[in-house]
């Protein structure tokens, strides 16, 4: 394997992988505009479009040799990325992304009313970069098609994800209705477990991905992003492994 992003990149049930330092993901000398689209590399129709490109706070910047997605989302207006086309929602999967943000830091990714968020499916589960934009909590979180009645967050301030550094998050997911369970990896490492209660209703049907914010319009991460993979199973311990050690010398 490794067709992707190094020779352990798993690509079994892989839906979509973006990588703006790949040229067929996006020229990164481009302007972020209404005319950007970052391609999905494995193919297919899944791409992302910008939400609001009129704010100029979506740039891609060179970060140890290789371009990243710089987002500020202090400085008023929307960035962040959504997908334009929806996937049908499965009960098991999966979701790797690499973050660049500080906790607590002068104009940095916290100091702000609303929670931090790094991506996921649109309003129903993101990795949680940041409760209240006041907490160094970090982890991920799962709404219901209930909305918020029986969510649940995997988090926890000692998960060292935040400190200004460059760390792979990764989440996965498996068990559906009334029983599912959600790990949290940092570096490939698993942080926690935490698992849903039995009123929890797993979000059934289609649903948009978005890419450094919780619903587009809110939550908008502030930070450096890149390697948004989506996986359609729940992938294992060395699975995860595997994938942080393949990537891990582009960002470290």
């Known amino acids: 394997m490794g067709t992707f992003g190094g020779p352990n990149i798993i690509e079994d049930g892989l839906v979509a992988y973006f990588d703006v330092s790949n040229p067929k993901c996006v020229d990164a000398t481009q302007t972020i505009d209404s005319n950007t689209r970052l391609n999905n590399l494995i193919g ?3 791409q992302m479009k910008p939400y609001d490109t009129t704010n100029g706070n979506m740039t891609f910047v060179l970060d140890n040799g290789s371009y990243a997605y710089n987002q500020d989302g202090l400085n008023g ?7 334009t086309s929806n996937p049908t929602r499965v009960d098991d999967y999966t979701f790797i992304c690499w973050f660049k943000y500080n906790y607590g830091s002068p104009g940095g990714s916290v100091q702000r009313a609303e929670n931090i968020y790094g991506g996921g499916f649109n309003s129903q589960t993101s990795f949680y ?3 209240g934009g006041y907490s160094p909590q970090h982890g991920v979180l799962r709404y219901s ?3 918020s ?3 649940y967050s995997v988090t926890n301030s000692n998960n060292g994800g935040n400190d200004g550094n460059w760390h792979m998050f990764a989440s996965t997911d498996t068990g559906g209705d009334g029983n599912q ?4 990896y940092v570096d490939g490492v698993l942080k926690q477990t935490g ?6 209703d797993t979000p059934d049907g289609s649903s948009q991905m978005v890419w450094g914010s919780w619903s587009r319009s809110y939550g908008n991460m502030n930070g450096r992003t890149n390697c ?4 359609e199973r729940t992938l294992s311990d060395i699975e995860i492994l595997n994938t942080y050690n393949a990537l891990k010398s582009r960002f470290q």
């Open 44 to 46: 297919g129709t899944m």
């Open 77 to 83: 207006g929307e960035p962040g990325w959504e997908s």
């Open 129 to 131: 970069l940041s409760p």
């Open 145 to 147: 098609d209930a909305g």
């Open 149 to 151: 009645a029986n969510s």
């Open 181 to 184: 369970t959600t790990k949290f």
């Open 195 to 200: 698992t849903s209660n039995a009123s929890h």
């Open 228 to 231: 948004y993979m989506y996986y």
